[in-house]
């Protein structure tokens, strides 16, 4: 065989930099392969195909768009740049003459067909020139791939998941480099993560440019280099010049601070809806949205138009202009020449789908946040009858109003719906429908935002087998497959409800779980049925029929608090496909786990380990007690009826180790790491002074207990929970002042949220003035406690930091912070029913003699109740309180006030009762600062 010119040359001259692992005789043996290409066939096919195949194999891609045209080689004998397809991007490597004959005359975003031979080029997947170069086709197309970068995650970028962003233009926004100086040649790692960016020759202008110290947004090609950590772990990100860092732009939320008129732009958003809203014909609107909210882009029709053209709903977009109000609502107005937009692509695209909402989300100073969102209610009721014209539509039982805007949508003439519906649509303020926040409106776009509601959980539950049906709201509870038949796949759902196993063969299941998991919302269709006795969704002849979704309101995703008498009878159906939490229980077996049941000692309840590929199967079964979470399952093959549940373990991590009770961990010295694994929040009241800590108070089934740390370790545990909501929570134990806490350590609490059916009581207990002094005060530490019908020693204002005396008892009131309107309000002279805190404070006495009863707020504080009167008592439901009484107390009427000296306002019948007890929603109105209720008999 004669040595071709070509590869001698090459072979000789190819330097051994650090971007070419395969450098002198491998080189002369990947280009040698190429001098036999003649005569051989190039397989077409996609980019991700060509990553497949063999090194040397002559491939040709028949589609694909130029994605970069920047040389990022350092070698001056070789040069290359990046195509993209619909399935990945590749680098194209040759000689300097083989690439820039294909660049000739083409530009990025020009279409190529391409053929050369597949190879390596230090651990990245390229397309190589073959002896006679590259055998290119201009092509043109009117599906052209986008070639605007890809917004990816850092953690996107590392590790195997780089894999498929080989070789593609990726930004990184708001990202910071962890080095100063200027950049040289080499790698820069990024802060907070395993990221790395590489200036990776000095020929794209950075060397000697200052390194930015904060914030930037960074686009480059993401290209691995085998040497930077072997394998997946030596990816790069090039940038190809300064332009590629950026200052970072603006998010919704941020924008929403600026002044009118300022230049601003939103780097990262997507379009959530295209049906214009604006009823003047010389305007028209849209949506955007972001991670943070959702805003309405308003200007001329030729301005609008033109960001719109060639986009759609869920399209990426970066887009300039200035913020303004239209009617109230936040938009983004176009300057004098337009809006500036850059159309973009996304990895990480913002849901696109409604967001679900409740009436009381729409009104008041609560619907700021969901301001131009595309907004769905669920099973809601027109109240008026006839035909849509322009004009507003109030729902039933609620605030909200319905806007049909313009008479170009559809909805003019079109019948009102009777009966419970669904309705989607954009929600928009409009000032003159009653000024400041209470003028929002849920804007339809057109017939198809009004929708027949699909089932509940426990509705289909109902309903004959095979019977076609569609869940429209519920979460996605587990994903572990616990089929053992290697044919099907099964996962867990729950709605309001109850939950549900979804269930058919794997090649319908897959498709559904694809992208998604824990935690994500879908509206799914599919059969009623059954499977062992469990109740099942299961697919039809074509599979299931899904919407991705996204809500404001999702169900929980942790597990269900339950007891082991609750796996069995009747209890058991309604956590059928759950996911359970059982709290300290014990196996009545030894050895190790193998296929079959497991009896919990104490009760029926019955673990299963139901496949072999959950990694429990030689497992030694604890001894000891445990937590167990896994997936209630019915039998019926085990045991006929409701007696056939199992909980279903889905691996290892389903086992714990139980952490502490409350009076267990009292008993710890200080500075112990702790969990408790089952508490509820008693009181988010701040009764911290000092205005850089922050506290709150927990309880279980043994005591209460004060969660203390700074005000950002707190804020960031209370962030969407309130009273009553389940946590397993993490810290040090300690002291503050005499009283027992769980401290916060460096890095704040770790903090599970969770959901409970057994929750522990979160009201007040009903204490004497004697259980508030001595060693009785100590199991009431931390404690919600009320005192009834007792007087205060004292006249006049309160004052804070002190102490007040109760008449006849040993029992002491403090007031504690000035952030409540405690301090400086009359001290009540009459018989008063008080609800606080109990605190311990050394400062107060010895020990146990140093409690104090900390009242939170004057609604603590109230008149005490007529010994004949009916108990009234409250609890809070999300943004509104529920008052109860007795049924069988006739001729007693609601009434409230503002202020405990009234003027008190007759809230009167029909009152709403359920088994023998009236329950009254309120709604709260957060703009007034007090609301008090009494029982009063005319």
């Known amino acids: 065989m004669k040595t071709n010119p070509f590869i001698r040359q090459t072979a000789l001259a190819a330097p051994a930099t650090p971007f070419i692992r395969r450098t002198g005789l491998a080189c002369a043996a990947l280009l040698l392969a190429f001098a036999f290409w003649a005569g051989q066939s190039a397989s077409a096919g996609t980019i991700a195909e060509l990553a497949q195949l063999p090194p040397d194999t002559p491939a040709t891609i028949d589609q694909a768009v130029i994605l970069s045209a920047t040389n990022l080689e350092a070698d001056p004998l070789y040069r290359s740049f990046q195509l993209r397809d619909a399935t990945r991007a590749i680098t194209v490597f040759g000689t300097v003459d083989q690439v820039e004959a294909v660049l000739a005359g083409r530009t990025v975003g020009d279409e190529v067909e391409i053929s050369g031979m597949t190879g390596q080029r230090g651990g990245t997947t390229i397309l190589g020139g073959t002896v006679g170069g590259f055998a290119v086709t201009g092509r043109t197309s009117t599906h052209p791939l986008p070639i605007f970068p890809v917004a990816a995650l850092e953690m996107d970028v590392t590790g195997t998941a780089a894999e498929t962003l080989e070789s593609q233009l990726v930004v990184l926004h708001r990202v910071q480099f962890a080095d100063t100086g200027v950049f040289a040649v080499g790698d820069y790692p990024l802060a907070g993560g395993a990221a790395v960016v590489r200036i990776a020759s000095a020929n794209l202008g950075l060397v000697g440019q200052p390194i930015p110290t904060g914030p930037v947004n960074i686009t480059g090609i993401l290209l691995q280099y085998d040497e930077g950590g072997g394998g997946p772990g030596g990816y790069r990100l090039v940038p190809r010049s300064p332009a590629d860092l950026q200052a970072p732009g603006f998010t919704i939320a941020e924008l929403a601070q600026l002044p009118p008129d300022t230049p601003a732009t939103i780097d990262q958003a997507v379009i959530l809806s295209a049906t214009n809203l604006e009823a003047d014909p010389l305007y028209r609107s849209f949506q955007l949205r972001d991670a943070t909210r959702a805003i309405t882009v ?70 700021e946040t969901f301001e131009s969102q595309l907004v769905c209610l669920r099973r809601v009721q027109f109240t008026h009858p006839g035909v849509f014209a322009v004009g507003d539509y109030p729902l039933a039982g609620g605030s909200t109003v319905v806007r049909i805007a313009s008479a170009n949508l559809g909805l003019v003439g079109q019948p009102i719906p ?130 991705g979704r996204t809500s404001s309101h999702p169900f929980p995703t942790v597990s269900v608090s339950a007891l082991v008498l609750d796996l069995a009878g009747a209890t058991a159906e309604t956590l059928e496909s759950q996911l359970v939490c059982l709290h300290r229980v014990q196996f009545t077996h030894t050895g190790v ?143 503050r002042g005499g009283t027992l806490i769980l401290g916060g350590t460096v890095g704040g609490f770790a903090v599970t949220g969770r959901t409970t ?182």
């Open 418 to 547: 009777a009966g419970l519906v669904n309705i989607t649509g954009i929600l928009l303020q409009y000032d003159e429908g009653g000024g400041g926040t209470s003028g929002y409106r849920l804007v339809l776009r057109g017939p198809d935002d009004i929708q027949t509601p699909g089932v509940t959980i426990t509705e289909l539950a109902l309903l004959p087998p095979n019977t076609p049906v569609t869940i429209d709201q519920a979460v996605i509870l587990s994903t572990t497959d616990l089929e053992p038949d290697l044919l099907y796949r099964s996962f867990q759902l729950r709605d309001a409800t109850r939950a549900i196993t979804v269930f058919g063969t794997t090649a319908q299941v897959d498709p559904v779980l694809a992208g998604r998991a824990v935690g994500d919302e879908i509206q799914i269709s599919g059969v009623t049925g059954q499977r062992g006795g469990t109740l099942i969704l299961a697919g039809s002849v074509g599979g299931f029929a899904i919407s």
């Open 298 to 367: 308003f200007g001329t029709v030729a301005q609008v138009e033109a960001v719109l053209e060639g986009r759609a709903v869920g399209d990426e977009i970066q887009i300039g202009g200035v913020p303004g109000q239209r009617g109230g609502t936040l938009v983004l107005g176009g300057s004098v020449a337009g809006f500036a937009v850059t159309g973009r692509t996304s990895n990480h695209p913002f849901p696109i789908f409604p967001v679900a909402a409740l009436e009381l989300d729409l009104t008041g100073t609560a619907a």
């Open 757 to 938: 059916l057994h929750p522990i009581i979160s009201g007040p207990i009903l204490v004497t003035a004697s259980d508030l002094t001595g060693t009785a005060a100590e199991t009431l530490e931390s404690q919600l406690v009320c005192l009834r019908g007792v007087r205060f020693a004292d006249t006049g204002p309160f004052i804070l930091g002190r102490d007040y005396a109760l008449m006849g008892g040993p029992a002491i009131v403090r007031i504690v912070t000035a952030d409540f309107e405690l301090t400086g309000a009359t001290i009540p002279s009459g018989p008063m029913d008080i609800t606080g805190i109990v605190l311990h404070y050394d400062d107060g006495g010895t020990e146990t003699s140093g409690y104090r009863l900390v009242p939170r707020s004057l609604a603590d504080i109230v008149p005490a109740q007529t010994p004949e009167a009916p108990h009234l008592t409250i609890w809070h439901a999300n943004d509104a309180v529920v008052l109860c009484w007795p049924a069988s107390a006739e001729g007693w009427l609601l009434e409230r006030a503002d202020d405990l000296t009234g003027p008190w306002t007759p809230m009167p019948p029909p009152y709403p009762t359920t088994s023998g007890v009236i329950s009254v929603p309120v709604t709260i109105t957060p703009a007034l600062k007090n609301q008090f209720f009494r029982l009063h008999q005319p």
């Open 593 to 735: 786990f193998a296929l079959g049941d497991y009896p919990l000692a104490g009760g029926s309840g019955v673990v299963r380990v139901a496949s072999t590929n959950l990694g429990l199967v030689g497992l030694p079964i604890p001894t000891g007690p445990v937590n167990l979470t896994g997936i209630l399952l019915q039998y019926d093959g085990t045991e006929g009826g409701t007696s056939g549940y199992r909980l279903v373990l889905r691996g290892p991590d389903d086992i714990q180790t139980p952490g502490v009770t409350i009076t267990e961990l009292a008993l710890l010295p200080p500075n112990t790491p702790v969990t408790i694994d089952q508490a509820v929040i008693l009181s988010t009241t701040d009764l911290e002074p000092d205005p850089l800590y922050r506290s709150f108070q927990l309880r279980d089934a043994t005591r209460a207990i004060t969660v203390f740390g700074t005000t950002a370790q707190v804020e960031a545990v209370l962030a969407g929970r309130g009273v009553g909501d389940e946590i397993q929570i993490s810290g040090v134990t300690g002291q």
